[in-house]
DNA sequence: CTGTTTTATTAACTTATGTGAATGAAAATT
DNA sequence: AATTTTCATTCACATAAGTTAATAAAACAG
């Protein structure tokens, strides 16, 4: 059974509740999983056709470059959704690997349960246009802040907008989330000790 | 009248051609509206409530820091849209300014009417969907590349896929899209043109 | 055309972050 | 508990990009 998590992410965007016929299909559509700590639920190079919604648990997204360094992408925790929509969308081989850093439960869409849920439910229609259009504004504030500040303001604003972040991540995947490596992130904590 | 760009921007987007009574009703909630150089069309600290469609010309936005200096988020020219998406949604001052860089032709949609259609007009709910679903998932891989990326493969990159904006805008402006000073833009050239 | 303002270039110096390596701490595995 | 692997810290040095300032070039206005 599809978890009533999913269905109040829902209700929470469309600022309506959902009726009940809609939310029936909805979970029709879905499936769940569970997943383990350190297991990859994506792999660079296969194709992605589905979204996943954490329930429960920690998963993150990162590409593996030449040189071996992961550069993380994404984050998502309980209530948030994870995919690589690039490779959902173009239906092209996926550039993010998505793995687990938490024993997870979470939901699963394809790409095709998602089409059919677009164009036979307008209110999930909805929903996804809303979610997409606040994922954007978060996502543009995020690339303004990293284009025009310093790494140190960046925990900073991590650090108070998202601390469960911070608190469940190790520190090398939270560097390379942030744009910097490992040593410059011990750098900033010990300066931001130091300066207590 | 509503210019027929606009018809080919949803459209290709949506990937079929629209009823003609969804354009319609498109055309009677968008107005148009011709743009000088120079000329702001929205300040920071207004209400931004309005989406702009560039038929014809160039806009960008920007925030003014404290230091006076001018941060560009984003650049919009013909069949690109613009605005300022927090504010527009959550109903709080602007946080950057638009602007013109060349004498524009603009299609603008005020938020009532926005939601209206998204309501009223299934197609066009959709076509919002899959704007924000694109603007996204291109922002993830301008984001990925600010992260992870030098500014002169920054550069390189936007000179393949988007010579339009290196040709029309200048350098300044250019340079703190990229999240660089005027100064560092010249020296990424100058390395690049004694390269060869 | 002339002068004024805006934009671009160059150079010398500073600073934040990267790099590589050594060490220590914590976590996982046996 | 002992061992191995993973992760975090620290340091010395390298480098990309910022800063300031001077000058040149281009765009604009009268």
Tied chains: 1, 2.
Excluded at 130 to 136: G, H, K, V
Excluded at 162 to 167: G, L, N
């Amino acid at each position: 059974m599809i978890s009533e998590k999913l269905r109040k992410n829902i209700e929470s965007k469309l600022g309506t509740s959902m009726p009940s016929a809609a939310w029936k299909k909805m979970q029709s559509y879905c499936s769940t999983k569970a997943i383990k700590k350190k297991e990859i639920v994506l792999r660079e190079g296969q194709f992605c056709d589905q979204l996943f919604f954490v329930e429960k648990g920690l998963m993150y997204s990162y590409q593996v470059t030449n040189d071996l360094d992961n550069q993380v992408t994404q984050i998502a925790y309980e209530d948030f959704w994870i995919s690589d929509l690039y490779s959902f969308f173009s239906k092209k081989p996926a550039i993010y690997h998505i793995k687990a850093l938490e024993d997870s439960h979470i939901v699963c869409i394809s790409r095709d349960n998602f089409e059919k849920a677009c164009l036979e439910i307008p209110v999930l229609e909805r929903f996804f246009r809303i979610l997409f259009q606040n994922a954007y504004v978060s996502n543009q504030r995020r690339l303004i802040q990293n284009i025009h500040e310093e790494a140190s303001a960046r925990y900073c604003q991590l650090l108070e907008q998202k601390p469960e972040i911070i608190r469940r991540v190790p520190q090398y995947i939270l560097a390379s989330y942030l744009g910097i490596k490992p040593q410059s992130l011990s750098r900033i904590r010990k300066k931001w000790s130091d300066g207590k």
